[in-house]
């Protein structure tokens, strides 16, 4: 059992995308997958999940109005997913100690609990950050994301969390981003994959079924590289083309299930 909170400091590096598409994938590797919002003010993990807004959620555990297992809702691809409230009025009277005794409390069913922490290093991101077993920081190529994931990096050792990985999100090869290497000696953390600038990854509301990309589009060079991601974190190469779309690889999918 793996619990993995992802963080970055800075907002809008992908964090979500990521979890959502790395949730997947690794339950198409057979795991048994638990992806929770803890993005408690600004949730969309269920939005990027193409899920219904839920009548209840992570923030009423919170508050004590609820039990832990009220909040654990189906996924596609047999993930399960903990939600938080989508509505306005849901950040007050929210007890966030309460936070890693809930994730205790479900993730032994789990083989990977995945964690979408918020944007900072608040009260929030570190309630999520001591939840876990491990943190990988999700970055942009650019100095600002570099910045706020060692910040945070240091913010989640201070609270002895463990800080393992690094995932460069967005790398688009322009002049200016930082390369890889540096990246790495800067965050001083192994690197667990590259994941492209993807016009693919955007297309997720575009229609009127909301998928992430690993679904909709699992040929895309972000939805392999995401695979990549997934093999580092089993210890295991991905046969990638197998996980590629086309229909009979959907009907192989199919019948094996
Ligand atoms: N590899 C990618 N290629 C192209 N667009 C991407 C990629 N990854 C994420 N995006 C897009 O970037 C935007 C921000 O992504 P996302 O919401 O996952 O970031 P976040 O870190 O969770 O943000 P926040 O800090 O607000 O929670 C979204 O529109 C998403 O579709
Ligand atoms: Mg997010």
Known sequence: MRIIAFASGKGGVGKTTIVANL??????????????DTDLAMANLSLILGMETSPITLNDVLKGDAGVWDVVYDGPEKVSIMPASLGLQDTQRL???????IIKQVAPKYDFVLLDCPAGIGEDTLAAMASSTEVFLVVNPHSLSIADALKTKIAAQRINAKPVGLIINMYAGLKGEIPERDIISMLELPLYGVVPYDEEVR????YK????????????????????VAGKI??????????????????????SR
């Open 234 to 255: 089993l210890g295991i190469e991905i046969d990638i083309k197998k996980q590629g779309g086309g229909f009979f690889a959907w009907l192989k999918r199919l019948f």
């Open 203 to 206: 297309k997720t509301f575009y």
């Open 23 to 36: 949730g997947i994938a690794l339950a198409r590797q057979g795991k048994k997958v638990l992806m929770v």
């Open 209 to 228: 079924k909301i998928q992430p990309v690993i679904l909709r589009n699992p040929d895309a060079e972000a939805s392999k590289a995401v695979y990549v």
């Open 95 to 101: 007890d966030l100690t309460k936070l890693p005794g």
